[in-house]
């Protein structure tokens, strides 16, 4: 096992690779994307979408630690709940142990610890080496972890637990989380359980409680129950209990150096989380057990569905942990919802749609069909029980709307693309209806409190009005695009389900994101492009590249117009049409490049480097950009070209590797140009999707030359659902280092943009 180890470890230290089985979490590297705001989770996550994520929570001055790592810093405390890949401010960090050396005098001392080297770990273990000598090695099941503590020879010692551990935040935006109380018991064989309840955060969340049951491999020495008010600290020896808002916990101390202590945690009771935890991991089970099954788990649900050959050893690393930093987050909490009874799945953790509905969820839908189906029933569930679904969830609330109320494009998505199941659509429809015709009612964030940012759509009503939205709503023109694709998106199930009325009426909305063009404004030698406008229908005079704070108060949130015009990705020939016909639009596409505009690592922008595919013969001008994007990922710790957002950043890497762009809310997948020599997609049902490429190679002879789709020669830069992933198929690339205009058969659809018949 520890030589296993010592051989995933050698992979990212630039060791020689020596042949371990093959399977593909050996590629996988836990650190990538963890520096330089990638902000990714390195610690332990059992399986795809597990609810426990054990690692360790660093602090490092004013420094965010929002998956509770930082590459530098001290370890304060190890604990059972993390986020990966979020922004705003850090979620979670509860549910804590800290081994401390010596008997505990004070338990609400500092006892953070610096480490001795960097931390390791590969899928399902993790190790840290502190200061004080103590080695921590983590390994998890899906709602409880294994601590394994090595303490040094001849030393005393304990291990503290602070029910008040939860992750700071210093960035001073208001969304810090706060501990309000919880409490603590010690049982006669040793045993604990507790709870934690904690507020705010980025969701700006209001209480939640957390439980949790822990055991030890020993009897402890002795313990103590404590609780910390003021600066007075009240402790209780040996069986005992302490409940309230202050600070409190229990330390335990032990004679054998060598500890180990399992934790179960619930969102329901202490009792199920005791149920939890013994269901999942007991006094026998080896950590190497359980890392066995981690990377068992991650091989067959995920990694393993993916193969691919002649790849490098980078390329293999940046594959697989792509694959794994995707699927992260949403947790599975499926019977762990205190909010409400339901037989349906539920699933928390959404950070964020506005991030993932661009390529993030069709590819969950093709490597995850199984959960890709409970994950909408949960989004549906979420809007029976709470009102309305979720654009952003956490701690079992919704909040953090960026834009638009983004599931009606996952639904929609799912919806043209087959998934039916036990998908209730009926009432997703009536789900997507209420984002797009109630008011969310106001909660006032003091960042944008003209209107909503906990759920649906704060600035509908300007949008039921006018069509447009106006300047008494914040980020008005980048809501109102995202408004566009949401009732696009209604359109589409609504055309599905037979609804024709409402069909006819979504997709004239759909067309409302015209209402903010101005066809004077200009930049850069280019006329025409969304900006704010007035109730009165005049425009206000806006600099496209500009987008002031580009924040919550402003007109444009994170980008700016010359990017959210070219957002509408429904309606692309009309937006050709007022960029001036294909050129204007090559041209502009080109300028997103040329000056800088485009960032890789914006979500916004994430559709428009491959809009080239619109104008015949122009696909390898996609290709090239595609080639770009990929030369700023690779699998180290700063390997993102930004934050992770919930694995949507790892989501856009692999469909360039793929070769393939999902035009989310339709079936349509812009053709790029595929990395390997091949690669099959193991699609569920013994259907496979998968490509060859001859003739070329990844970085100087990337252009495609020809292609056939299931044998047939393909003259058009698109395919659709049917075409090679309903039924599986086949695409054969013949690529070259010289750019050809190959594609010229017919653009790909822009339903919005065709006349209704009637
Ligand atoms: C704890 O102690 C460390 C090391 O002295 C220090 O860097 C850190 O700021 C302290 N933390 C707190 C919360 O006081
Ligand atoms: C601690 O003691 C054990 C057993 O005697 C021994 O195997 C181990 O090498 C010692 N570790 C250290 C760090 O001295
Ligand atoms: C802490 O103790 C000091 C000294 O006894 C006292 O002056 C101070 O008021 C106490 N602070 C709190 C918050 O109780
Ligand atoms: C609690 O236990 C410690 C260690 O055995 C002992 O020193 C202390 O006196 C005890 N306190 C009480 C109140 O019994
Ligand atoms: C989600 O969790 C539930 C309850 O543990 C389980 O039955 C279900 O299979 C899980 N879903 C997936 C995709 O693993
Ligand atoms: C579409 O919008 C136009 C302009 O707002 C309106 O006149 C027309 O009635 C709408 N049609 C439908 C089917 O909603
Ligand atoms: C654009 O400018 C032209 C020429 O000044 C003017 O006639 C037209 O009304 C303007 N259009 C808008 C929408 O402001
Ligand atoms: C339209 O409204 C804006 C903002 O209230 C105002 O500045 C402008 O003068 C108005 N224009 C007309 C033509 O009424
Ligand atoms: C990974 O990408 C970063 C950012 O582009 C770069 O600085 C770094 O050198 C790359 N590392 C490797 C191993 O290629």
């Given amino acids: 096992m520890a030589c296993t180890r010592f051989i995933q470890l050698a992979l990212w230290l630039g060791g020689t690779f020596i042949g371990v089985e093959a399977k593909n979490s050996q590629y996988v590297n836990v650190f990538m994307g963890t520096k330089n705001g990638g902000n990714r989770f390195p610690g332990v996550v059992a399986a795809p979408f597990a609810m426990a994520k054990l690692g ?62 960097p931390d390791e770990g590969s899928v399902g273990y993790y190790k840290s080496s502190l200061a004080n000598g103590v080695l921590v090695e983590l390994a998890a099941t899906e709602h409880a972890g294994l601590y394994s503590y090595t303490f040094p020879n001849g030393s005393s010692p304990s291990i503290v637990v602070d029910v008040s551990h939860v ?18 018991g010690i049982f006669d064989d040793g045993h604990y359980t507790g709870a934690g309840t904690y507020n705010n955060g980025w969701n700006l969340s209001p209480d ?47 004679t054998s150096t060598s500890i180990k202590s399992r934790v179960g945690i619930s969102f329901i009771s202490t009792e199920q989380a005791c149920t939890n935890l013994d269901a999942e991991v007991t006094e026998e089970t080896e950590l190497e057990t359980l890392v066995d099954n981690a990377k068992a788990r991650w091989d067959e649900d995920i990694l393993d569905k993916v193969a691919v050959s002649s790849a490098s050893e980078s390329d293999l690393q940046l594959l697989y942990s792509s694959l794994y930093g995707m699927f992260l987050i949403p947790s599975n909490r499926t019977g762990e919802n205190p909010g409400w009874n339901s037989v349906e799945p539920y699933y928390d953790d959404i950070f ?47 909040g953090r709307v960026q834009g638009g109320s983004n599931a009606d494009n996952v639904l929609a998505d799912a919806f043209v693309k087959g998934v039916r199941g036990a998908i209730n659509w009926e009432d997703g429809f009536a789900a997507m209806q209420t984002d797009a015709e109630v008011v969310p009612p106001n909660n006032f964030d003091p960042k944008a409190p003209d209107s909503s940012t906990k759920e649906g759509r704060g600035a509908l ?101 010359w990017i959210y015009s070219m ?38 922008g994430f559709t428009s480097p491959f809009l080239y595919n619109f104008v015949k013969g122009k696909q390898y001008k996609s290709v ?55 690669m099959t997609i193991s699609l569920g049902d013994g259907k496979t999707l998968s490509f060859t490429t001859t003739g070329g190679n990844k970085d100087t002879a990337f252009y495609v030359q020809s292609l056939k789709v299931n044998g047939e020669p393909w003259d058009k830069a698109w395919v659709t659902w049917d075409d090679i992933f309903a039924n599986g198929g086949t695409l054969e690339y013949v690529l070259g280092d010289q750019a050809v205009e190959w594609a010229t058969g017919d653009v790909p659809p822009s339903p919005a943009s065709e006349v209704p018949s009637s």
């Fill in 56 to 117: 360790p929570d660093v602090e490092s001055g004013k420094t965010d630690a929002y998956s509770g790592y930082l590459p530098n810093g001290n370890i304060w405390g190890f604990s059972m709940m993390h986020e990966s890949g979020t922004g705003g401010a850090p979620k979670y960090g509860v549910a804590s142990q800290m081994p401390v050396i010596g008997p505990v005098s004070d338990p609400v001392a500092n006892f953070s610890q610096a480490r001795t080297s």
């Fill in 167 to 184: 992750l700071p935040s210093f960035r001073g935006l208001g969304w810090e989380q706060h501990y309000s109380g919880g409490s603590f």
């Fill in 208 to 254: 939640w409680t957390i439980y949790f049951c822990g055991r030890f491999s020993q009897q402890p020495l002795y313990a103590y129950t404590f609780i910390s008010t003021g600066n007075a600290t009240v402790t209780n020896n040996g069986t005992s209990s302490v409940a309230g808002s202050g600070r409190l916990g229990g330390a335990f101390s032990f």
């Fill in 352 to 398: 964020t749609l506005w991030d993932t509905h661009r390529c993030h969820t069709s590819l969950f839908h093709i490597l995850q069909p199984i959960a890709y189906t409970e994950f909408l029933r949960s989004l549906i569930d979420i809007w029976r029980n709470d009102g309305f679904m979720p654009d952003a969830r956490s701690s079992n609330f919704n």
């Fill in 461 to 561: 009503p300007d949008w039921l009005q006018y069509g447009y939205i106006t300047p008494r709503f914040t980020r008005a023109v980048s809501r109102a695009v995202e408004y566009s694709t949401n009732d696009f998106g209604l359109h589409q199930v609504a055309a599905g389900l037979g609804k024709t009325d409402e069909a006819a009426t979504y997709l004239n909305r759909s067309r409302n994101w015209r209402n903010h063009w101005n066809p004077n404004a200009t930049s850069e030698g280019h006329f025409g492009f969304m900006v704010p406008r007035n109730a009165n229908g005049s425009f206000i005079p806006q600099d496209p590249k500009d987008c002031g704070g580009c924040y919550w108060g402003d007109a444009y949130y994170e980008d700016n117009a």
């Fill in 567 to 604: 957002n509408a990705i429904h309606d692309v020939a009309e937006l050709k049409r007022r960029i001036g016909g294909d050129e204007r639009f090559v041209d502009r596409l080109d300028k997103l490049f040329d000056l800088k505009i485009f960032n890789a690592g914006n979500e916004p």
């Fill in 624 to 678: 090239e950009r595609s080639r770009y994007i990929s030369s700023l990922y690779n699998a180290s710790e700063i390997g993102l070209p930004g934050n992770s957002d919930a694995g949507a950043m790892e989501s856009n890497i692999l469909w360039q590797m793929i070769g393939l762009w999902p035009m989310t809310g339709q079936t349509t997948f812009l053709i790029l140009a595929p990395w390997f020599e091949s």
